[in-house]
């Protein structure tokens, strides 16, 4: 079931530097950027030298060293500032732009601005910051993503949880990959432009086209399911009310309205056929990666995007190669890649839930669908086939949800047997009728209006389950313990041979998470 350490060295790699990466860090020693360029780049230089003299593990053992002082350093520069004591806020002057929204509805916009930061108690730095602006209505003319802003400001340092019942402000700042905190009126905050590079103008205009997508949703979704249509198609969750998204978490089903392999399967097979007809592959190869990039782009390039994106891309690359890897080490090949990029990326939890998600789904998928076919042969084989998909993804990613969101459904995997459906039909609907509106309208709104009924029925039957009394476990204790007892009992269960051996393996599970709890 699991595959051999020598069919996933991208897998070994991966562990075995987080590994170093996370003993690094903990260490009472403070990186600057120097110190560790350095050190990585004469960690480096060793790891070629035993290269050349044959010596492969001392080589292999310098590259990891590498790697964990490279994220360590990363983390260390990148992650929320923390302090020993509650600081109260501070003023400050912050010049910059915004580069996502996540909270429009009055009377609250918050949103992320990577600016130059001018505080009174520090000197001049720059970095990301989660502004809270109060009293704003959304219509304001620097309400925008991409907008320049410049604002007075009282900013703090993320507070670190204290007790059960407090919100976890720095786990979720470390999430977001912001290091300060800051709120001001909306009357402390005012348009600000500057002359903008070459990177700047392309950024803008690509801001634009996302601005412009919006504005069709907004044409072509009715106030009813405008908001899941907006996440849906273009992962901006800044419109859903609290309601929806508690709705969500509860029964489990939050990960249909994040950008992710569902939706980078649904452009590249539009991708393949439009350039199935080319002769060479390499061409095909590289149109493929284009509009793959390009979508993941235009959604705001989530960490889960990113992930499906450069595995459709490498996987394309493989099969014109020829080449038949073993699935986990594309996940993770594509793992170390993305944090060796953005070493913020390993506190996400959108980049945590996706590798994991994916991970089990490669390695357990196959093994629950013959478990399932065991135990229930008159099951019909997409019933067999979606529930595995399920559990492979739970039993991966439940720990993790737990852990840093405080739930646990109890009704993911119905839900999911519906919501996964019309999802789908309503994401393929909502591309092609974003796709056709600008040039044939009337064709755009037809399918539109499909994908509307979708999401109407979507909508409903998560409101109906999350209403009832036994949808979630809402404690963080006792949420933990039971996706934990879950997943323990789901991969004890596949090596069950009949009924009673599931059942009485169920009830093992089922008593000690009670005796846990």
């Known amino acids: ?61 310098c590259g990891v060293l590498a790697i964990g002082v490279y994220l360590a350093a990363s983390w260390q520069q990148h992650l929320p500032v923390r302090t020993e004591s509650l ?27 990577k600016a130059r930061v001018d505080a009174q108690p520090l000197p001049p730095f720059e970095g990301r910051l989660l502004l809270n602006i109060a009293g704003a209505t959304g219509s304001e003319p620097w309400a925008v993503l991409g907008a320049g802003i410049r604002a007075i400001v009282r900013l703090r340092p993320p507070r670190t949880a204290l007790l059960p019942t407090d919100f976890p402000e720095r786990d979720y700042c470390a999430h977001l990959g912001v290091q300060w905190v800051a709120t001001t009126p909306a009357s402390a905050v005012s348009q600000w432009e500057t002359e903008a590079g070459l990177w700047e103008k392309l950024w803008r205009i690509l801001i634009q ?33 609290p309601e929806q998204r508690r709705e969500f978490a509860l029964t489990g089903i939050s990960h249909v309205l994040a950008i992710s392999g569902l939706h980078i399967g649904v452009v590249a097979g539009a991708a393949l056929l439009g350039a199935g007809f080319l002769r060479w592959r390499w061409l095909q190869w590289m149109l493929f990666s284009l509009a793959t990039a390009l979508f993941v782009a235009l959604t705001g390039a989530q960490p889960s995007a990113l992930r499906a994106g450069m595995m459709a891309s490498a996987g394309f690359g493989l099969y014109i190669l020829q080449r038949v890897p073993h699935p986990v080490n594309v996940v993770a090949a594509v793992a170390v890649g993305m944090l060796l990029a953005e070493p913020g990326f390993a506190f996400s939890r959108s980049f945590q839930l996706s590798v ?18 065991r135990l229930f042969p008159r099951l ?38 519906i919501a996964v459906p019309l999802s789908s039909a309503a994401l393929i609907a909502g591309l092609l009728g974003l796709g056709i509106y600008p040039f044939v309208p009337h ?17 409903e039957a998560t409101s109906f389950a999350a209403a009832l009394p036994i949808s979630a476990i809402e404690e963080r204790t006792g949420a933990v313990v039971a996706a934990c007892g879950t997943s323990v009992m789901l991969l004890w269960l596949l090596n069950a041979r009949h009924r009673r051996h599931a059942l009485a393996r169920t009830v093992v599970v089922g008593i000690g998470m009670l005796l846990g709890y």
């Open 443 to 459: 064709l755009g709104l037809l399918y539109s209006s499909a994908a509307h009924a979708c999401l109407k029925l979507l909508q």
């Open 209 to 241: 086209q996302r601005m412009c997508l919006r504005r069709w949703i907004h044409e072509l979704y009715p106030p009813t399911t405008r908001a899941v249509a907006l996440a849906l198609l273009t992962g901006d969750v800044s419109e859903l009310a």
């Open 1 to 61: 079931m699991f595959p051999k350490a020598a069919c996933v060295p991208a897998l070994r790699l991966g562990l075995v530097s987080l590994t170093a990466a996370l003993g690094i860090w903990l260490l009472p020693f403070r990186w600057t950027p120097a110190l560790a360029a350095y050190t990585v780049l004469g960690l480096a230089l060793a790891a070629a030298l035993c290269l050349w003299r044959r010596q492969a593990l001392t080589a292999y053992l």
């Open 356 to 373: 994991l998600a994916t991970g089990g789904i490669t390695v357990l998928y196959t093994p629950f669908v013959a478990l399932l076919r």
């Open 87 to 113: 600081v109260p806020s501070f003023p400050a002057v912050v010049e910059g732009h915004i580069v996502d929204i996540l909270r429009v509805p009055p009377p609250v916009f918050r949103c992320i601005v």
């Open 380 to 417: 019909p084989q997409w019933g067999a086939q979606s529930t595995a998909l399920t559990l492979a993804a739970t039993c991966t990613s439940a720990p993790v949800v737990a852990l840093g969101f405080g739930v646990f459904s109890l009704l993911a995997l119905p839900l999911n047997l």
